[in-house]
């Protein structure tokens, strides 16, 4: 039966997010629907599944918004589908906790290296969000230093007291928790947090099976959501986030798994880009057309 399965690659980063495509894969629900999913992660975030994407590496992939926004604005082979998670993404604000002396938000205009996974991620860009928000200049006070992923800002905050990491604050609370980080503040994104994209060639030969590979992650999300303490625990072994921090995150998490979209959430996502200069064409809802697709409901 397996050489009648369509292989569908997709990328996502190793976070809790992202845990009802490995049950179902686990549990074998992909096949119920024809297809196999070569789930690949990408720890370097959404910066670099927009780079595998536009390479072909993968087909699909789950992009923070912000990135698949401006992406498919430079690259018209991919499209944006439909909203993965629709809760706002949580940043963490981290310092190191030794090397740093910063201790409050208002501290860090002027002085502040922002640590980032690679440019065109959602670190890169919610840097913007953040500096815009504390007053920086953000044409002349923004500065950055590439650092891959989270394992390389733990090595890097302990060795420079300036520098500023953003990233998901659950997935951070094990290393602020063990004294390695200190976070200094939260910025949620104004915007849905995930979303589903995919490279437009796949999209016109398999767009039948990924819709009904997303309607299998859908139920696997529901049933995750009100899953009780044994999410938690999962989330806890899978992820190392402790039994507080995981029961706090599943309370506020909410799935969408659709490939309907809200155009003027991505209309009103593209004009906060703009005004912050990391998106070249001002948006309207013609270029919001332009980057997405409808495989039906």
Not at 63 to 88: C, M, N, R
Not at 118 to 126: A, E, I, T, Y
Not at 271 to 296: C, F, N, Y
Request: overall charge negative.
């Amino acid at each position: 039966m397996s050489q009648n399965l369509k292989t569908i690659r997709v990328g996502g980063v190793p976070e809790h997010f992202n845990a009802p495509w490995h049950i179902a894969n686990e549990k074998g629900r992909f096949a119920e629907v024809g297809t196999k999913v070569e789930f690949t992660k990408f720890p370097g975030g959404t910066g670099a599944m927009c780079k595998a994407l536009s390479a072909n590496e993968v087909d699909v992939a789950l992009l923070l918004t912000e990135g698949a926004v401006v992406h498919a604005t430079k690259d018209s082979s991919v499209k944006i589908l439909g909203v993965y998670v629709d809760s706002p993404l949580v940043w963490g604000v981290h310092v190191g906790k030794e090397s740093s002396s910063f201790t409050d938000l208002s501290m860090l205009k002027g002085k502040s290296i922002f640590a980032i996974s690679r440019f065109g991620s959602g670190s890169h860009l919610m840097a913007y969000v953040l500096a815009k928000e504390l007053g920086f200049d953000t044409e002349n006070d923004m500065k950055f230093e590439v650092v891959g992923n989270l394992d390389g800002a733990r090595k890097a905050l302990p060795e420079n007291g300036n520098l500023v990491f953003m990233w998901e604050k659950h997935m951070t609370s094990p290393f602020v928790d063990k004294g390695e980080f200190a976070r200094i503040g939260e910025q949620p994104t104004p915007w849905p947090c995930f979303v589903i994209a995919a490279r437009d060639d796949f999209l016109k030969e398999n767009s039948d099976a990924l819709r009904k590979t997303i309607d299998v992650v859908r139920e696997e999300c529901l049933a995750f959501k009100n899953g009780g303490s044994a999410t938690v625990d999962y989330i806890n072994k899978e992820y190392g986030i402790d039994h507080t921090g995981a029961e706090t995150w599943l309370n506020s998490v909410q799935w969408n798994c659709s490939v309907g979209l809200d155009k003027d959430m991505l209309l009103k996502t593209g004009q906060v880009l703009h005004s912050l200069g990391r998106l070249d064409q001002k948006p309207d809802l013609e270029l919001i057309e332009s980057i997405t697709a409808s495989i039906g409901s």
